[in-house]
């Protein structure tokens, strides 16, 4: 159902403790996507984009707060229902590796269906108009290899979506990519994300990225700094390129920390991915 | 799922993992190779004592069970006969000799071997005609030196004997063909012990001793379950001698256990380095999918699956290897001259194939650990 909200965190904290340097990676996040509604993620290096993720992907236990996919409580589950759960209810595109390089685009897709225990020529179907959609109608029998950056991500992205996921994560999906490809990806991304009602989630360092997304929340050191809702807001940030020009053009909400000299040094490698 | 996976792997990476079974089919040759040699080698050294008709051989007191050094003299085959419970007994006398062969032939060496006639000790002929007479100068030859030689029935050969200094030749009509018959690596011919005594390489001394000497007295029994029984009684009942059982016998043969016991290290040392090599290998492979584990890992796949898949691909491999190496050895054999010591038996081979399969999930070991320990954060590149 549209509007429904999929996808919240309440108060979420993650602190990573490595040989006694305790670093507050997410500190009290409290966040929402509903169904249909796509989200961008940005932030500087280290502001703890990936470990919310990465949370949400339950791939990462919250130290504290909770995480609810579909009301359910990510941090209730044991490690084998969180297992199962991932194949189920979330998609996930990562920045590269993201491919079994002896399995074909088409098996690479299928194998998602193939996870859940669906077989058979209903599955394969499926997977063929998903990759078709997205272009690569004449190079499903090809394995990773013999595709480029663009269509390796492409597949990336069908295998997210084809067993219908009600979360899609995506970290710097684009990371790789040209401009061009990049504009491509992202944008058939969303259109299905839409389509389908899902709730989308996607790390991006490419600001220009955000003029596909519904929604910007921008991170810094661990916290929300700031949401853009606005399609004005959101289009005039996706157009700069050069972050630090954003106070001036943009009037700060009071949800935004306006702490220019903060935003000037950890916002302007815009383009810096990792 | 993960035969699936398992088998895409494979046969996307036929080049790879092709070579990787010709590895394993060249160590499953060598251990082949080795069981197979060491069948061969123990049997060219017993086959004699092992195919024959008799449960226990009696030897002088004191030569732990060595046909070589042990001398009996005639009238213990007597008292042997009269202990209760021995069906026959029949003295053996081993030597060794040569056969000449016509001009331009190399002659052939033979284990020389005298019986009693119609006592244990002489082998059914398959051909021909078992010795009859003491006295009549016929012998009774392993088929392999009628192959080789290319001897038949009623042709004559002639034999060689130093005696003394002296060379002295002896002409013998050949009257049965035994099958094979190896002792001491020679192939065998049979005579009776008088004719043996005549004839056998001896010192000077002894070539006008009028008393008959054997090496050992071959036993059969009424009883077949009497075999400890009688092996306690007959020194009991005569003097200076001990008695085995036939495997002991072989056993004993000098040089036998050592030949083995290298045989057997050889094999188990391609063993290990089977294991390793195999273990090395896949070990370097997984650790090169770490990042493709961990992306598995994150989509969702259960960990039984990813160790499933990984073990199963080298079972793949293994079997596709072991086949590969038998195959390739059963040409070998095929093409070897039957001079090679080389022998397969069902369990030797059964053995080695066996211990060959379990290399590859040995060596796997390893790489399933690594495997099982990917996390899949990995794929976020944390
Ligand atoms: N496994 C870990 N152990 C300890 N600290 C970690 C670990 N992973 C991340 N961190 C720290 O947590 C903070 C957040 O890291 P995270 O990777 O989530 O940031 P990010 O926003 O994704 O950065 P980037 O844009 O560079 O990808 C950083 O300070 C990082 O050093
Ligand atoms: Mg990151």
Same mark, same amino acid.
């Given at each position: 159902m549209k509007n429904e909200i999929i996808l919240e965190t309440k108060n979420a904290s993650k602190i990573y403790d490595s040989n006694g340097l305790v670093v507050k990676a997410v500190d009290e996040v409290n966040l929402q996507v509903k169904a249909g509604e796509f989200l961008g993620l940005v932030g500087p290096s280290g502001s703890g984009k990936t470990t919310m993720l990465a949370m949400l992907a339950t791939l990462l236990r919250e130290t504290e707060g909770s995480l609810l996919i579909d009301g359910q /409580?990510? +941090?209730?589950?044991s490690d084998t229902q969180r297992t199962k759960f991932r194949r189920e209810k979330i998609g996930f595109t990562f920045q590269s590796n993201n491919l079994v390089p002896y399995l074909t685009a088409l098996e690479n897709v299928e194998l998602m269906l193939k996870l859940n225990k669906k077989n058979g020529r209903k599955s394969r179907e499926k997977a063929i108009s998903l990759l078709t959609r997205l272009g690569l109608a004449d190079r499903m029998d090809n394995l990773p290899a013999q595709l480029s950056g663009g269509q390796q991500q492409r597949v990336a992205i069908a295998r997210s979506l084809i067993h219908d996921p009600s979360v899609v994560l995506a970290d710097e999906p684009t990371a790789s990519l040209d401009t061009e490809r990049a504009n491509q990806v992202v944008q058939i991304f969303a259109d299905l994300i839409h389509e389908g009602n899902r709730a989308g989630i996607m790390v991006t360092h490419d600001l220009r990225m955000c003029k596909y997304v519904d929604k910007v929340v921008q991170m810094v050191d661990g916290k929300i700094a700031r949401v853009i809702t606005n399609r004005d807001e959101i289009n005039l940030l996706a157009g700069t390129s050069e972050f630090d020009k954003l106070p001036k053009k943009a009037p700060v909400k009071e949800e935004a920390l306006p702490v220019t000299g903060l935003f000037k040094a950890n916002l302007s490698p815009a383009f810096v991915g990792n | 799922m993960s035969i699936y996976l398992s088998l895409k792997e494979v046969w996307r990476n036929k080049g790879r993992f092709f070579l990787f079974s010709m590895v394993i089919a060249l160590i499953a040759v060598l251990v082949l190779f080795t069981a197979g040699l060491g069948e061969g080698l123990a049997s060219a050294n017993k086959e004699y004592l092992e195919k024959l008709d008799a449960t226990l051989l009696v030897f002088q007191e +004191?030569? /732990?069970?060595s046909t070589i050094e042990s001398r009996l003299d005639y009238q213990k085959v007597k008292r042997v006969q009269r202990v /209760? +419970?021995?069906a026959a007994a029949g003295p053996i006398g081993f030597s060794n000799l040569e056969i000449v062969l016509d001009e331009g032939l190399d002659s052939v060496d033979v284990s020389f071997i005298g019986v009693e006639v119609g006592k244990p000790g002489l082998p059914a002929p398959i051909i021909g005609e078992t010795i009859r007479s003491r006295q009549s100068k016929v012998v009774m030859i392993d088929q392999r030196i009628a192959e080789t030689a290319n001897i038949g029935i009623g042709d004559y050969i002639t034999v060689k004997s130093t005696q003394g200094t002296d060379d002295k030749f002896y002409d013998l009509r050949v009257t049965g063909i035994s099958d094979g018959q190896q002792y001491f690596f020679q192939p065998s011919i049979f005579v009776s012990l008088a004719i043996w005594d005549k004839y056998r390489p001896k010192a000077d001394a002894n070539i006008y001793s009028s008393r008959p000497v054997t090496n050992v007295i071959a036993v059969q029994l009424e009883d077949p379950n009497a075999v400890e029984n009688i092996t306690q009684l007959i020194p009991a009942m005569v003097k200076d001698v001990e008695v085995s059982d036939i495997k002991t016998a072989y056993e004993s043969a000098p040089g036998y256990s050592a030949q083995q016991n290298t045989l057997n290290t050889m094999k188990a040392f391609t063993f290990l380095i089977g294991v390793l090599v195999i273990g090395g290998f896949f070990q370097i492979q997984t650790l090169q999918k770490v990042p493709q584990i961990g992306m598995l890992k994150a989509i969702g796949t259960p960990n039984p699956v990813v160790a499933v898949a990984s073990i199963l691909q080298i079972i793949f491999v293994t079997i596709f290897g072991v086949a590969l190496g038998g195959l390739a050895v059963l040409g070998l054999v095929l093409g070897m001259p039957s001079s090679v010591p080389i022998l397969f038996t069902g369990t030797s081979v059964l053995i080695a194939v066996g211990s060959l399969l379990l290399i590859g999930p040995l060596g796997g070991l390893v790489s399933i650990r690594v495997a099982l320990k990917v996390e899949p954060l990995t794929a976020l590149g944390m």
């Open positions: /409580d990510l +941090g209730s589950m | +004191g030569t /732990d069970y /209760d +419970g021995v």
